[in-house]
């Protein structure tokens, strides 16, 4: 259980879906706070569906609101990158520069690999947090401190 | 806090940084959970709210309640530079950015609205774990703060009396000339001081910043208690029930108050453009920007937008009590013939020095220099009517007090002559007053904003995008004239003085001007006191800024609140510096007036002498602001 949440985990980072912020948020939990990651990670998935919505409907105008495009990718980036969401965070630079650019297209584009990218991290976050309530408790003491 | 909580924290303090309070702010949820689990970890009691308004409500509550404010930039309900400002202006408490932004223009901003660090997102744990210094930081140099506080009121008392609220300050640039300094002393003060009031028996008293927010109170109080008979300042003061404040404090706006009322009815006749005002008032507020740009502003000449908006603070900060009385001296003069009444009338509504200065209000808005355009004189009714107004011309003028006493103090009588005519025309002085000063005060610029202010008090207010030209233009001027009248004798002067004034205002976009020949002060007295005005508050504006270094972002920030607290700030200033230009120029006779208040009845005498003349002039002058 522990070999396989651990090799999931280190599958996750190889394969850029999430960074050093990760571990830092890993660190925080603690006795007090022990499933902290989880926790933020729903709480993330929870916000930002608004968050998407509004960029949706956003792209949808024409012609496009680029500033407020920015604005709203800016708080995306934000969260996603406090919790490591390497990807999404690099599709959100990304979208923010077609912004910046004025590049209609580039954004929609941007934005439609971006859904994905989320929706693929939330895929496999949660099978990553089922398999560590499985194996929780025990992780826990296995781990090396 | 109970008793209970407040010993925890006491405890926790010996082990500082452990318990250190920490208030987060972050509309993200997200960032705003990791960074009180963060927090947290680090030891820190941490209250975390995702709106700037209720960490604002909770800040206000209660001063002590936080050792540290952490803030994200972009918040949907207030900027967080807003609450940046707010923050080190109001509590005085060292605040980190936090951004996912690492644009360095952004932290630039940051570090000049006075931010102690700028993070940038996703935030690590080490980081957070050192915040801890910027509490140790600030508790040190507010206490060399206090140091040298108390260090300068001492001096101050010995030699300026009670000019102003930091005269030590003022003093020590003075001398030393310098202008940084002087502002971060100033600032340092104001801040600490806030509306903070020693002993009242002491001279050197913290000044009282008049924001927007305490004058409504104060005029709330005035109005209950009946302006005429019982709004006294004690029950004043007791009707606001504001911590801090004095019966002094109190006292000395009301005197500005009634000046400024005294005014208003002359004004009344004139059409104010409301519009003016409003946009002068938005002017302000564009100001809150500006601010803290306002230190960079070190010396005279840098006039900036954001000198500009600082410039109502640093006014706020050292126009307090010292500059009231001059002012209220001032604005008694008038009341020697109704002209001269109107005339300083004119002098609040131009007072938006802010709006006057188009270089240092750059960020202002441009429907507003649209609308001021039109040299349109502010009759004082309408700029008196504006709270705003008022605060920002007794800021204005007590700060070109407070300016000019440093500046005139070493300046020869030149300067006092200039301001003589002031008095006694009624406000056709200003204009002259500007030259003698340029090069004395603090510089060419400043002087120019307070040659401005006198023109000001002529009451005609000059609010408009020409009041740039014409700050220009009337520096240019007052350059000239200034060596005219280093030559020359005074009344020529005043009369030079005036005709380039009023060219300038003419031509308020032209920045050639020319002098015209001296004329017999009356009569371009006139012109020029219109023009004056205008340039009067410009070069208020930019006396203010480029003079009044330090204290200045204190102030402005409460300001910033309201763009018209700045605008107020400002217009105190101008005017606080108009009277003692008077003051000075009541004089005739070059005289070193240690201290306002003798500036202020030397003018005021003067005003008597020379009253019939200008009535006469005030009339035209006033026929002629009407645009």
Known sequence: ?145 | MTVGEIRVDKENYDNFPVGMRVLAVDDDLICLKLLETMLSKCQYQVTATSEARVALNMLRENKDRFDLVISDVHMPDMDGFKLLELVGLEMDLPVIMLSANNDAKLVMKGVSHGACDYLVKPVRLEELGNIWQHVIRKKKSGSRKQNNQSVDKGKDNQTSGEVNGSPSTVNRDHQNGKCNRKRKEDEDESEDNGNDSDDPATQKKPRVVWSVELHRKFVAAVNQLGYEKEAVPKKILDLMNVGGLTRENVASHLQKYRLYLKKLPQQANMAAPLGVRDTAFMRLGSLDGGLRDYRTLAGLGRLRNTALSSSPYTMLGRLNSPTSNINLHNITQPSHTPHQNSALARMHPVLSPSSQNPSLFQGTPSSFDASINDSRIFTGANAFTDTSNFLNSTQQSSMMLHGNSVGFRNQSSQNMASFNQEPSNGGSIIGSSNLMEPNSLLSTEPFMNCARENNWTNGHYLVNNSIENMALVSLEDARGNVNERLGGERGQNYGHTLNNNSNMLGSMNTTTTHVPANNGIVSPFNRSLDQNIGILNQKMDMFLNGGLTGGGSTPMQQINDNGNSVIESRARTSENLFLEQHKLQGGFAPQSYDSLDDLVNAVFKRGDETTPNFDCGLDEFSFGQDL
């Open chain 1, 1 to 145: 259980m522990q070999k396989q949440l651990a090799k999931m985990k280190q599958s996750l980072f190889d394969q850029g879906y999430l960074d050093e912020q990760f571990i830092q948020l890993e660190d925080l939990q603690d006795d007090a706070n022990p499933n902290f990651v989880e926790e933020v990670v729903t709480l993330y998935y929870r916000d930002s569906v608004r968050l998407v919505q509004n960029i949706e409907q956003a792209l949808e105008k024409n012609p496009l609101d680029f500033s407020k495009l920015e604005g709203y990718m800016h708080q995306f980036k934000g969260s996603s990158s406090s919790f490591g969401a390497k990807k999404v965070k690099t599709e959100c630079t990304q979208f923010r520069e077609y912004c910046r650019a004025g590049n209609a297209e580039g954004c929609k584009r941007t934005f439609q690999e971006l859904k994905k990218e989320y929706a693929t991290l939330k895929k496999k976050l949660e099978v990553y947090f089922q398999l560590a309530r499985q194996a929780g408790p025990v992780e826990k003491a296995c781990r090396p401190k």
